[in-house]
């Protein structure tokens, strides 16, 4: 019996004793790759920074409204369910902070687009560490920088993304990410991304079940 884990941390949980354990992470719908550009900043805009996920406990919303604070100039975009309410923090009352709600899956991939920096804001619990982030893999299919709380689950993609240990790192971590001029970085994540389809992981995950019958046989 093959046994099927969606994250690194669940892998390693579930897969001492056993021969037939398999990781495969979320991926990424061809309809998220985009074409190599450069930021959309760049052409005379504020700088967008754009979080899309459920708003959850794993969710460091202190984090986003500290970045918010100090970098008035920053737009900051959230889009997505609310498990967690942002009424009960500052973050909805600042200027440079508009929660969209949720964006629709069709309409996802043009809004990725429209960003300057993708971020991850987790918090790193057992929660978030038993996950495998999906936005992650719509970010890179984006080509937009990708910034993140160091966290488990980023895994083989790490070299794409920046990560930060405090507050004043991941912001620090933006500010790097605005200063990319050149559309070679954003093609390469592209290019990285087009090996994270839905398509190949399903593919994968049929070749991993085929042989786990034929070893029965």
Not at 99 to 117: A, M, T
Not at 150 to 176: A, H, P, S, V
Request: aromatic residues 10%.
């Amino acid at each position: 019996m093959a046994l099927i884990t969606g994250s690194e941390y669940n892998h390693r949980s579930f897969s001492e004793g056993r021969k037939h354990c398999h990781l495969f992470e979320n991926a990424v719908d061809k309809d998220f790759l985009a074409e190599p550009s450069t930021l959309p900043y760049l052409n005379g805009a504020f700088p967008r920074l754009g979080y899309v996920g459920t708003i959850s406990q794993r969710t460091d919303i202190r984090l986003l409204e500290f970045i918010a604070r100090n970098r008035p100039e920053w737009t900051l975009l959230i889009a997505g369910r609310q498990e967690t309410s942002l009424n009960n923090s500052g973050l909805l009352k600042l200027p440079n902070v508009r929660y969209l709600g949720i964006i629709s899956y069709e309409e996802l991939p043009k809004f990725l687009r429209s960003l300057d920096v993708c971020l991850i804001p987790h918090i790193n619990t057992d929660y978030a560490r038993s996950m495998s982030p999906l936005k992650l893999y719509q970010y890179l299919a984006s080509g937009r920088p990708i910034v993140s709380t160091n966290i488990e689950g980023l895994g083989r993609l790490k070299e794409y993304i920046r990560t930060g240990e405090t507050y004043d790192d991941f912001m620090k971590c933006i500010e790097q990410a605005l200063q990319e001029k050149t559309v070679e970085l954003s093609h390469r994540r592209i290019e990285a991304a087009k090996h994270e389809t839905w398509d190949k992981r399903v593919n994968d995950m049929f070749a991993v079940v085929k042989e786990s019958f034929l070893e029965k046989a």
